[in-house]
């Protein structure tokens, strides 16, 4: 079997640990994967090509016009052509912005299309699809997510995102000043502000705590001035791609997710794997965010409450841990990479199993 694995510039750069599993994880059990990334990741082609050390790579072009759409699947079959990738038995595709991609090259291939709905804003576009009966698949990491797609044409399946963690919890030492990491979009800009603000009442009981954030976070929502005039940013520190270094995230004490998109990101699913602990904005349509089980919820988008939560990580280091523990157990149960392959092989091969050819019925004898 072969598969293409189409990214759109999101998930080519901020999850490529994910993608690196899912690529490893379909080797191991004998799928071809080709990867193709957009040009527009520019330099990173590089990593993105080293993560995907079991799947070859190739990058299109990410014009945003429409009509060139059709030439764009034509230069990347041609260009899988080359380097002996002549036919998909597959084509799947994270992230929305390579939708309309991967339908016209699975068209042209004749294979099937499993599209990952990974957000709440990608619902109405899935509900709206029309293809062939039996060749588009949806696949959503979230049972509420799968929710709202009931009654879609093409039925969804819930294909939680798989995560490693070890066979027990890391300690975490707190032998030092707590850290905290802030991740996001930068598009939920009521939900950035609030926590800004509940990070600087925090600061007059917690002087020691430092904050580092995404720097895309602060240009998209312009939360720059909030933070100067909040005086953070003598204990803010803003880090390009943030997201991508996973390594620094899970050396913070804290993981901090301000916005309610009903969007998915691995990195939680990291946190939680490794024992960090995650404090977020109550969202409807992230089912792994349980209060006081997985994580700590904000219950609204106000200060004081973000204030409150922080406070009582940092003072009630039992707490911390025991619901820090809720989530790696959660992970552990849930969100195993076997079984998102599992699953994804399944989807694989009903969208590639031959059709069945009804028999005609023997005419009628005259009477």
Not at 37 to 56: C, I, N, Q, T, Y
Not at 130 to 155: E, F, Y
Not at 275 to 304: H, Y
Request: a neutral charge; charged letters at 25%; hydrophobic letters at 45%.
């Amino acid at each position: 079997m072969r598969t293409l694995i189409l990214t759109d510039a999101i998930f080519a750069t901020l999850e490529r640990a994910m993608l690196a599993r899912v690529e490893i994880g379909l080797a191991d059990e004998g799928v071809a994967v080709v990867h193709a990334a957009p040009s527009a990741v520019g330099d990173r082609a590089r990593d993105l090509a080293e993560s995907s050390v079991f799947a070859r790579f190739l990058m299109y072009d990410s014009s945003p016009v429409p009509w060139t759409k059709g030439l764009t699947a034509s230069r990347l079959l041609e260009a899988a052509r080359e380097q002996g990738d002549d036919a998909f038995d597959v084509v799947h595709v994270f992230g929305g912005g390579a939708w309309d991609l991967g339908r016209r090259v699975a068209a042209m291939t004749n294979a099937g299309l499993v599209l990952e709905v990974w957000r709440s804003g990608l619902v109405p576009r899935a509900r709206a699809l029309r293809g062939p009966s039996g060749r588009v698949a949806l696949h959503t990491p979230d049972p509420a997510i799968a929710k709202l797609l009931v009654g879609s044409l093409n039925p969804a399946r819930v294909v939680r995102w798989g995560v490693h963690a070890e066979p027990v919890p890391p300690r975490r030492s707190r032998d030092h000043a707590p850290c905290a990491i802030m991740i996001g979009s930068g598009h939920d800009v009521l939900g950035i502000r609030s926590l800004l603000r509940g990070y600087a009442l925090v600061l007059s009981k917690h002087p020691e705590l430092r904050v580092f954030a995404d720097a895309t976070l602060f240009r998209r929502s312009r939360s720059w001035r909030d933070a100067r005039a909040l005086k953070l940013l003598p204990s803010l520190s803003l880090v390009d791609e943030l997201e991508t270094r996973r390594d620094l995230i899970m050396q913070a004490d804290l993981l901090l997710v301000p916005e309610s998109l009903g969007e998915h990101r691995s990195v939680v699913l990291e946190a939680m794997s490794c024992g960090q602990l995650v404090i977020a904005q109550r969202d409807p349509a992230a089912s792994d965010l349980l209060d006081r089980v997985t994580c700590l919820v904000i219950p609204s988008p106000a200060p004081e409450a973000w204030e409150a939560a922080i406070a009582a990580a940092l003072r009630d280091q039992d707490l911390a841990q025991r619901i820090a523990r809720g989530g790696y157990e959660h992970v552990r149960q849930h969100h195993r990479v076997s079984d998102q392959i599992a699953e994804t092989l399944e989807t694989y091969a009903k969208l590639t199993q031959p059709s069945l050819a009804f028999p005609r019925a023997a005419p009628r004898p005259p009477v």
